[in-house]
T-cell receptor
Framework: AQSVTQPDIHITVSEGASLELRCNYS??????LFWYVQSPGQGLQLLLK??????LVQGIKGFEAEFKRSQSSFNLRKPSVHWSDAAEYFC??????????FGAGTILRVKS | GAGVSQTPSNKVTEKGKYVELRCDPI?????LYWYRQSLGQGPEFLIY????????DSGLPNDRFFAVRPEGSVSTLKIQRTERGDSAVYLC????????????FGEGSRLTVL
């Protein structure tokens, strides 16, 4: 069965510092992987996705993620965090892009 | 507004009552999804429509839950004989092209069953 684990429930970083959010998945075949962000009062928004090819994918808002098959991971990174990045981040896996399985989310707090 | 619209944004009901939640997808999006998000959890898949038909309803928890999309646009999620455990945020999403994973989500309908 597909599953996604986001080990960190909360993360706090200083504005301007780098960020890495962890995501591990379990999937029987080549997965489709996604990161979504949920800000208060807004719907989930797609940050980036991996289907195949280059394992380092670039997304919106300066985010990137790296697919590592050997570690079953798809960690999200950003070199310099802005206060507006404070939100909840969800990693998701899907075989056909439709029936996504989401992790429990990581709440990012940014301190000034 | 060009986004996915969900109504009501908040619904409080009593145990045993019937509830309908509406989703108006982005115009032209043929695929529509319902997810449920419980407190402290990620969204959980309920059902997926391609056009008017339910292509995958394997996530519906039991037969008290039903969803329709009669004209291939607006969808309604129907919950009969609500239980306290049904309390959650119900999310609707739509997408233009199947199999891309790029879902456009609404803000959700928060259901509270007392």
């Amino acid at each position: 069965a597909q599953s996604v684990t986001q080990p960190d429930i909360h993360i706090t970083v200083s504005e301007g510092a780098s960020l890495e959010l962890r995501c591990n998945y379990s999937y029987g075949a080549t997965p489709y992987l996604f990161w979504y962000v949920q800000s208060p009062g807004q719907g989930l928004q797609l940050l980036l996705k991996y289907f195949s090819g280059d394992t380092l994918v670039q997304g919106i808002k300066g985010f990137e993620a790296e697919f590592k098959r050997s570690q079953s991971s798809f960690n999200l990174r950003k070199p310099s965090v802005h206060w507006s990045d404070a939100a909840e981040y969800f990693c998701a896996v899907g075989g056909d892009g439709n029936k996504l399985v989401f992790g429990a989310g990581t709440i990012l707090r940014v301190k000034s | 507004g060009a986004g996915v619209s969900q109504t009501p944004s908040n619904k409080v009901t009593e145990k045993g009552k019937y509830v309908e939640l509406r989703c108006d997808p982005i115009s032209g999006h043929t695929a529509l999804y319902w997810y449920r998000q419980s407190l402290g959890q990620g969204p959980e898949f309920l059902i997926y429509f391609q056009g008017t038909g339910a292509a995958d309803d394997s996530g519906l928890p039991n037969d008290r839950f039903f969803a329709v999309r009669p004209e291939g646009s607006v969808s309604t999620l129907k919950i009969q004989r609500t239980e306290r455990g049904d309390s959650a945020v119900y999310l609707c999403a739509s997408s233009l092209i199947r199999n891309t994973g790029e879902l456009f989500f609404g803000e959700g309908s928060r259901l509270t069953v007392l």
